[in-house]
């Protein structure tokens, strides 16, 4: 198949360079930035450096930028895209996106399957990219109303490149747990890393620092436009995470040895009984 990548960051680039790798799809690289395009194309991450226009060639076409992003760029370029084409999508939020993607794809008469790598590193660009990200990786998709031969097909591409899991869910499920697994560490670890004592760490830190903020090393513009766009879901599991901080500090502030004592093995068989 001809396989268009519009975005070639770290995301992108990692797609672009796993085609290559792993399968014998052809690759249409297409960046806002024409250096980033000819800078893969020169690594042999993609085949073609091309335009929008180039979008009429696509069999498969990943859009792999912000999520407004990815609904402007379809809005403009909609009449390049082929009404046999599958579009998909690798944005970290669905309700926002999915209802606008829909209706792009009945006016052009393409098929919209939106789908989520979950996959990623603390950096960003197309440098960051390899073609091993998606190794053993789950791949998230929301069908969004598509046929069951659109949904197979990106299946089948994911499974191509390495990812382990291809999961089925919808855009509700999708941004509730992405909520938990995703957005709420990257909230924890910028508020750690923002206490007084951070920059001192050296010398006095090791494993629990470092997994606790990794993940702070963050991509500011785009994390907040996913919070917003997620706003209820993380909310709420704000809300949650507020309670049970505050039950901890309130047993620290009382001295209260057994409650503390209760709150931190209730944390530990939860982590116990996942087997992880």
Known sequence: MNIA?????????????????YTKHTVIGINRSPAV???????????????????????????????????DFVRENGQYIRSDAIVTDAAGIKRALC?????????FGFTFVGSHPMAGKEKNGFEASEAELFAGAS????????????VNVLAKLAREIGFGTVKITTPEEHDRMIAFTSQLPHVLACAYVLSPSCPNHN?????????VSRVANINARLW???????????LEELRELHRNTKAIYDAVEASDKEALADLLERGHRVKQALGE
Do not use: H, W
């Open 139 to 150: 791949f998230l998709i929301t069908p969004c109303g598509a046929p069951e031969e659109a």
């Open 99 to 107: 209802p606008q993607m829909k209706e792009l794809a009945a006016q």
């Open 5 to 21: 990548i519009a975005g070639l960051g770290i995301i992108g680039g990692s797609y672009c360079k796993a085609f290559k790798s």
């Open 224 to 234: 907040s436009e996913l919070f917003l766009e997620n706003r209820e879901p993380l």
């Open 203 to 211: 010398g006095f830190s090791a494993g629990s620092y470092r997994d």
């Open 37 to 71: 395009a000819q800078q893969a194309l020169e690594e042999g991450a993609i085949d073609i450096a091309g335009t929008a226009e180039d979008l009429s060639r696509a069999d498969v076409i990943i859009l792999c930028m912000y999520p407004q992003a990815c609904v």
